[in-house]
């Protein structure tokens, strides 16, 4: 601090290497006059500060922070305070920290010119909750701090940082107008993202067992939402972390409560390049009143493949059959879901969606390895909408009991601009697998009891078979456009030499009697001189077959459920020698269209090869 005897009529004053400007200061008309006037010049220098003085270097106005008599000072003295409190930024640690003054009628000692006293901690804020911080006097809440609306000038966020984050807090946010809640400045790149990590005890061993807790209010207005990226940052890259403790708890939780189902409880939005979401705890209050839907957002943009959100090891609560939005507006997306646990409380009906598709874009979401908990049986896990892919690994999916409403069927829109398409592949190791796109469905059940007869899960022991059924719409369907199974792989160990090969089928005995021109096999090898060779069954017969399926009724006859089947068998011959030890590849497609839901086709997955 700088105490006047009088007023100064001579000499200098710089602080952190920046030269202060005297006026209204020297021949003030008072010692008080003197000091306010010396902490607004001090206040008003945007001059950067000397470098080494702290990790950035900010302008000295946002570095330090003084006031006069008439801003709570003693009579006649300027303070002059350090915005944020290290001991890298005590004079007695960094002499570059100095305050050097030639002024006259100055009371104090040298010592007491200096900075000391600060400790060690956290240098900032996550965000502020007052419109009055700092500098201005304007700042809106959330403007300021590390995750803010401008990048913190307190100290540096470098591409590639670990910003640690105390815990042990609560923030809670109110809102009531229809503005956007949250824009977030530009930082790392997809090399070196920033990530900002919420504290278990790693850092400030008071953290321990200790949980930040962002809580979303909703205050009267439209959405509570947060833009985690803005537009214009094409090459941002963050990850939001929190830690995961032994008991299964989360330590960084973002809670929601919307008080109207019309509204959100919490929307997570990304302009255009997106977060890693990583143990976070994201969940509806769930009272009475408050159940909003969680809105994942990306919009202003089309986004490539590449660029993916992902939600790795969260919990996402959900209450009253709300659902999880996947928004675009317009524009193509993708999420992706990683070992997480998706939890519905107070639900007393089967929700007809969980994950809601609003745009009419091509779209992935991908779900590995992810937990639904708390559903009603008979629940629907997706809305299909739009040229959608929907990928489905290792997750258990409880009493979600339907994928969605089928795609299957969905002809040309009046315009006959595009075909709204959507994938569904679903799949578990030595497990369930399905796959769907409009044209027909195929998929593997190890708890529906299918007919198998010869082909073998990844385990050697257990058999399989790929069921199959096709679109009721027969205008879908034709030689050009017909539905292909998931491709069968086998190795040619019979070296270079024509193989002969046939592939075992099933058809319900309802449907009309399978041909050459509507269900046929694509055969694609790599012949003995090294050409790529494709050849069709297309138009050849099709013929009976005597093989034992299982199971088989007292007549012989495969049954699935109440329903029997009639044997089929598709054989061939390779035009050429198929060169040793080379993959041969089976693709079956059928064009002839199912009356109902319920008329499948089972294949063996395992056609025979020998030499021709």
Same mark, same amino acid.
């Given at each position: 601090?700088?105490?006047?005897?009088?007023?100064?009529? %001579?000499?200098?004053?710089?602080?952190?290497?920046?030269?202060?400007? #005297?006026?209204? *200061?020297?021949?003030?008309?008072? +010692?008080?006059?003197?000091?306010?006037?010396?902490? #607004?010049?001090?206040?008003?220098?945007?001059?950067?500060?000397? $470098?080494?003085? %702290?990790?950035?270097?900010?302008?000295?106005?946002?570095?330090?922070?003084?006031?006069?008599?008439?801003?709570?000072? &003693?009579?006649?003295? !300027?303070?002059?305070?350090?915005?944020?409190?290290?001991?890298?930024?005590?004079?007695?640690?960094?002499?570059?920290?100095?305050?050097?003054?030639?002024?006259?009628?100055?009371?104090?000692?040298?010592?007491?010119?200096?900075?000391?006293?600060?400790?060690?901690?956290?240098?900032?804020?996550?965000?502020?909750?007052?419109?009055?911080?700092?500098?201005?006097?304007?700042?809106?809440?959330?403007?300021?701090?590390?995750?803010?609306?401008?990048?913190?000038?307190?100290?540096?966020?470098?591409?590639?940082?670990?910003?640690?984050?105390?815990?042990?807090?609560?923030?809670?946010?109110?809102?009531?107008?229809?503005?956007?809640?949250?824009?977030?400045?530009?930082?790392? #790149?997809?090399?070196?993202?920033?990530?900002?990590?919420?504290?278990?005890?790693?850092?400030?061993?008071?953290?321990?067992?200790?949980?930040? *807790?962002?809580?979303?209010?909703?205050?009267?207005?439209?959405?509570?939402?947060?833009?985690?990226?803005?537009?214009?940052?094409?090459?941002?890259?963050?990850?939001? %972390?929190?830690?995961?403790? +032994?008991?299964?708890?989360?330590?960084?939780?973002?809670?929601?409560?919307?008080?109207? &189902?019309?509204?959100?409880? !919490?929307?997570?939005?990304?302009?255009?390049?997106?977060?890693?979401?990583?143990?976070?705890?994201?969940?509806?209050?769930? $009272?009475? $009143?408050?159940?909003?839907?969680?809105?994942?957002?990306?919009?202003? *943009?089309?986004?490539?493949?590449?660029? !993916?959100?992902?939600?790795?090891?969260?919990?996402?609560?959900?209450?009253?059959?709300?659902?999880?939005?996947?928004?675009?507006?317009?524009?193509?997306?993708?999420?992706?879901?990683?070992?997480?646990?998706?939890?519905?409380?107070?639900?007393?009906?089967?929700?007809?969606?969980?994950?809601?598709?609003?745009?009419?874009?091509?779209?992935?979401? =991908?779900?590995?390895?992810?937990?639904?908990?708390?559903?009603?049986?008979?629940?629907?896990?997706?809305?299909?909408?739009?040229? $959608?892919?929907?990928?489905?690994?290792?997750?258990?999916?409880?009493?979600?009991?339907?994928?969605?409403?089928?795609?299957?069927?969905?002809?040309?829109?009046?315009?006959?601009?595009?075909?709204?398409?959507?994938?569904?592949?679903?799949?578990?190791?030595?497990?369930?697998?399905?796959? =769907?796109?409009?044209?027909?469905?195929?998929?593997?059940?190890?708890?529906?009891?299918?007919?198998?007869?010869?082909?073998?899960?990844?385990?050697? *022991?257990?058999? #399989?078979?790929?069921?199959?059924?096709?679109?009721?719409?027969?205008?879908?369907?034709?030689?050009?456009?017909?539905?292909?199974?998931?491709?069968?792989?086998?190795?040619?160990?019979?070296?270079?030499?024509?193989?002969?090969?046939?592939? =075992?089928?099933?058809?319900?005995?309802?449907? &009309?009697?399978?041909?050459?021109?509507?269900?046929?096999?694509?055969?694609?090898?790599?012949?003995?001189?090294?050409?790529?060779?494709? =050849?069709?069954?297309?138009?050849?017969?099709?013929?009976?077959?005597?093989?034992?399926?299982?199971?088989?009724?007292?007549?012989?006859?495969?049954?699935?459920?109440?329903?029997?089947?009639?044997?089929?068998?598709?054989?061939?011959?390779?035009?050429?020698?198929?060169?040793?030890?080379?993959?041969?590849?089976?693709?079956?497609?059928?064009?002839?269209?199912?009356?109902?839901?319920?008329?499948?086709?089972?294949?063996?997955?395992?056609?025979?090869?020998?030499?021709?």
């Amino acid at each position: 601090m700088i105490s006047f005897s009088a007023t100064p009529t %001579s000499g200098t004053i710089s602080v952190c290497g920046v030269t202060i400007s #005297t006026s209204g *200061v020297l021949n003030a008309a008072s +010692a008080d006059a003197a000091a306010n006037a010396l902490a #607004t010049n001090i206040n008003a220098t945007t001059t950067t500060v000397a $470098t080494g003085v %702290s990790a950035g270097v900010p302008q000295l106005r946002n570095m330090v922070f003084a006031r006069g008599p008439s801003g709570g000072a &003693p009579s006649g003295t !300027c303070q002059i305070m350090m915005r944020v409190g290290a001991t890298s930024l005590n004079h007695a640690t960094n002499p570059l920290c100095l305050i050097a003054t030639t002024f006259n009628n100055v009371t104090s000692n040298a010592a007491s010119h200096q900075f000391s006293g600060g400790v060690g901690g956290c240098w900032g804020w996550v965000w502020n909750l007052e419109t009055a911080l700092g500098v201005a006097s304007s700042i809106i809440p959330t403007a300021y701090g590390v995750i803010g609306s401008s990048r913190p000038i307190g100290g540096t966020v470098a591409d590639g940082d670990v910003v640690h984050i105390r815990a042990g807090k609560l923030v809670a946010f109110t809102e009531s107008t229809s503005r956007e809640f949250h824009t977030m400045y530009q930082c790392g #790149t997809p090399q070196n993202p920033v990530e900002f990590r919420v504290d278990d005890g790693t850092v400030w061993t008071a953290d321990a067992g200790q949980n930040l *807790v962002f809580e979303f209010n909703y205050g009267g207005g439209l959405t509570t939402a947060f833009n985690l990226v803005h537009a214009i940052h094409q090459n941002s890259q963050v990850i939001f %972390s929190g830690a995961k403790y +032994a008991n299964g708890t989360r330590n960084w939780r973002w809670i929601g409560n919307s008080n109207s &189902p019309s509204n959100y409880m !919490c929307s997570l939005r990304w302009l255009p390049t997106p977060a890693l979401f990583k143990n976070l705890h994201i969940e509806d209050a769930g $009272t009475a $009143t408050n159940n909003g839907a969680l809105r994942l957002m990306q919009a202003g *943009v089309t986004l490539p493949a590449s660029k !993916c959100a992902v939600f790795e090891d969260c919990f996402v609560g959900l209450a009253r059959n709300r659902t999880i939005q996947f928004r675009q507006a317009n524009y193509r997306g993708k999420v992706r879901f990683i070992g997480c646990h998706i939890d519905m409380k107070l639900a007393v009906a089967p929700a007809d969606v969980v994950i809601e598709m609003t745009s009419g874009q091509a779209n992935i979401v =991908e779900i590995i390895g992810t937990k639904f908990t708390g559903f009603v049986s008979g629940s629907t896990l997706f809305s299909p909408n739009g040229r $959608t892919l929907f990928y489905i690994l290792n997750s258990e999916l409880g009493n979600i009991t339907k994928l969605g409403a089928s795609a299957m069927g969905r002809d040309l829109l009046a315009s006959e601009e595009f075909v709204w398409v959507n994938q569904v592949v679903n799949s578990a190791q030595k497990g369930y697998f399905f796959y =769907e796109d409009n044209l027909g469905q195929a998929s593997w059940d190890p708890n529906s009891n299918q007919p198998v007869l010869n082909a073998l899960l990844i385990d050697g *022991v257990t058999k #399989t078979s790929l069921r199959a059924n096709t679109t009721s719409v027969s205008s879908l369907l034709s030689r050009t456009s017909a539905f292909r199974l998931p491709p069968i792989v086998k190795v040619n160990t019979l070296g270079d030499t024509p193989i002969q090969y046939a592939l =075992e089928f099933l058809a319900d005995k309802t449907l &009309p009697a399978p041909t050459g021109s509507t269900i046929w096999v694509e055969c694609l090898y790599v012949d003995s001189t090294g050409a790529h060779r494709t =050849e069709s069954t297309f138009g050849g017969a099709i013929a009976a077959s005597g093989v034992s399926w299982y199971p088989e009724d007292v007549s012989g006859s495969p049954f699935f459920g109440a329903l029997t089947y009639n044997k089929h068998r598709i054989s061939a011959s390779t035009s050429a020698p198929v060169k040793a030890g080379t993959e041969v590849t089976f693709v079956v497609s059928v064009c002839q269209p199912s009356s109902n839901a319920a008329q499948f086709y089972f294949f063996d997955p395992s056609p025979s090869m020998g030499a021709a």
